[in-house]
């Protein structure tokens, strides 16, 4: 069982993107399968360079398996997320001005590749490229959605989590016709309870 919680800032943190609550729960099959069922409340803020109108919220609910392995030095994951997502509607009312009504539903597919290697007993390397897709209702890829490369250094500052700075580069797909980059230095707190 866990829970995650994220601020995201645009802007030099001057702009806010998005609030993102997302509890889990596990169930670990075996040493190297882990099953996952978890809820996620996200707020995305106009920010940007294509900002949105208004605030708009998303509900999804969402499965997950994460498979681990070693190679080497290099500890390996594997891990498969569908979505099933409750998107905000904006539309614009009788008077020009726009609101939440409604929400519209979408499946999202993510594939993530994760690697972390230990450099000392306090010290580690971690990254991963996670892919997304949008798929239809019967469960077919539909479309790219986005790309996440990150990378960081590591610090267990604590027995039960870890301190990391890293850079996190996104390439997201907004429409056929437009894209979005972000570089983002992101920094992570991790407890385990």
């Known amino acids: 069982?866990?829970?995650?919680?994220?601020?995201?800032?645009?802007?030099?943190?001057?702009?806010?993107?998005?609030?993102?609550?997302?509890?889990?729960?596990?169930?670990?099959?075996?040493?190297?399968?882990?099953?996952?069922?978890?809820?996620?409340?996200i707020r995305t803020s106009p920010y940007g360079k294509y900002p949105l109108a208004i605030t708009k919220p998303e509900n999804n609910f969402w499965e997950q398996v994460t498979l681990k392995q070693t190679l080497g030095k290099l500890n390996i994951s594997h891990r498969y997320r569908l979505e099933h997502r409750f998107k905000g509607?904006?539309?614009?009312?009788?008077s020009g001005a726009s609101e939440i009504r409604g929400a519209d539903y979408a499946n999202r597919f993510r594939y993530r590749l994760i690697a972390k290697r230990n450099l000392t007993e306090k010290l580690f390397l971690h990254a991963f490229d996670e892919i997304w897709f949008n798929i239809s209702k019967e469960v077919r890829p539909e479309s790219l959605d986005r790309n996440w490369f990150f990378a960081a250094l590591g610090w267990r500052a604590f027995t039960d989590g870890n301190i990391q700075l890293g850079y996190l580069k996104q390439w997201i797909k907004l429409s056929d016709d437009r894209f979005e980059r972000h570089p983002?230095?992101?920094?992570?707190?991790?407890?385990?309870f």
């Open 1 to 41: 069982m866990g829970n995650e919680f994220h601020i995201r800032r645009d802007d030099w943190i001057k702009d806010q993107e998005q609030l993102l609550i997302r509890p889990y729960v596990d169930y670990k099959v075996n040493e190297n399968t882990i099953v996952s069922v978890g809820y996620t409340f």
């Open 89 to 94: 509607r904006i539309v614009t009312n009788g």
């Open 184 to 192: 983002t230095l992101q920094v992570v707190v991790q407890r385990d």
